[in-house]
């Protein structure tokens, strides 16, 4: 799709999602220039999967946004991740809130992270499983640079977007649980759910971010 077609398409989402949702556009294998005119219909939020991507694009995309790692990332990968991302949704074990701690206390800054919850259980998915969250989230507060702002998650792949409404709703009980346990250094504000498929059903269920690949820039190349 050329950028104009892309710049149209982010407008109309933009026009449709109600105001209170973030949209993140997700990026994985499109081009800087495709990235650049999401950015020019409005979109603020960039996602991307992998470090080194990242570290190629962002410099070709000089408009002021937000990025995001929306995908695993390795602890070997932690300190490129920091030069290039903004923001961690898939924060999901110690090992690695720890490496990144280390790396940001050597510069002081602070990063915005999501916990990752494997909300489907599937055996093959990154993410804390929900029973663990409030451990996890006690333990993440012994690290003053990493700022908990909520959770992210991937639900399995819907047939149907109405299968993916439950995990929707179970997140959204585990994110208003969790804000009310007060938890030193945790603040529930993000919850990052739903995708091109069934973003809907995610705003439905209360989402407060949305991350679109397809819907913006059309099939996967
Ligand atoms: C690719 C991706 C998306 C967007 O997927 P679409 O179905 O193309 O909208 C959202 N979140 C994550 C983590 C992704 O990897």
């Known amino acids: 799709m050329g950028p104009e077609e892309?710049?149209?398409?982010?407008?109309?989402?933009?026009?449709?999602?109600?105001?209170?949702?973030?949209?993140?556009?997700?990026?994985?294998?499109?081009?800087?220039?495709?990235?650049?005119?999401a950015i020019a219909a409005g979109i603020a939020h960039i996602g991307e999967n992998y470090v080194q991507e990242a570290l190629s694009k962002r410099p070709k995309v000089p408009d002021p946004a937000t990025w995001h790692m929306i995908g695993r990332l390795q602890r070997n990968k932690a300190r490129k991740a920091l030069e290039v991302f903004d923001w961690v949704q898939t924060l999901d074990s110690l090992r690695l809130a720890e490496r990144l701690e280390r790396l940001l206390s050597q510069g002081g800054e602070e990063l915005p992270v999501l916990v990752e919850v494997n909300i489907g259980r599937e055996p093959q998915k990154a993410g804390v499983m929900?029973?663990?969250?409030?451990?996890?989230?006690?333990?993440?507060?012994?690290?003053?640079?990493?700022?908990?702002?909520?959770?992210?998650?991937?639900?399995?792949?819907?047939?149907d977007p109405e299968d993916s409404?439950?995990?929707?709703?179970?997140?959204?009980?585990?994110?208003?649980?969790?804000s009310r346990e007060g938890i030193p250094g945790v603040r529930m504000e993000v919850l990052s759910m739903g995708m091109s498929a069934d973003w809907?059903?995610?705003?439905?269920?209360?989402a407060t971010m949305i991350r679109l690949g397809t819907l913006l820039f059309g099939p996967r190349p």
């Open 130 to 159: 929900p029973e663990q969250l409030p451990d996890f989230l006690r333990e993440l507060s012994r690290f003053p640079h990493l700022r908990v702002k909520g959770l992210m998650a991937i639900p399995p792949v819907p047939e």
């Open 165 to 178: 409404r439950p995990y929707f709703r179970e997140m959204r009980r585990l994110f208003e649980a969790l």
């Open 6 to 37: 892309i710049k149209r398409r982010c407008e109309e989402v933009l026009r449709k999602v109600p105001e209170h949702v973030t949209i993140l556009a997700a990026t994985k294998g499109r081009a800087s220039e495709e990235v650049r005119a």
């Open 200 to 206: 809907e059903v995610a705003v439905d269920e209360g």
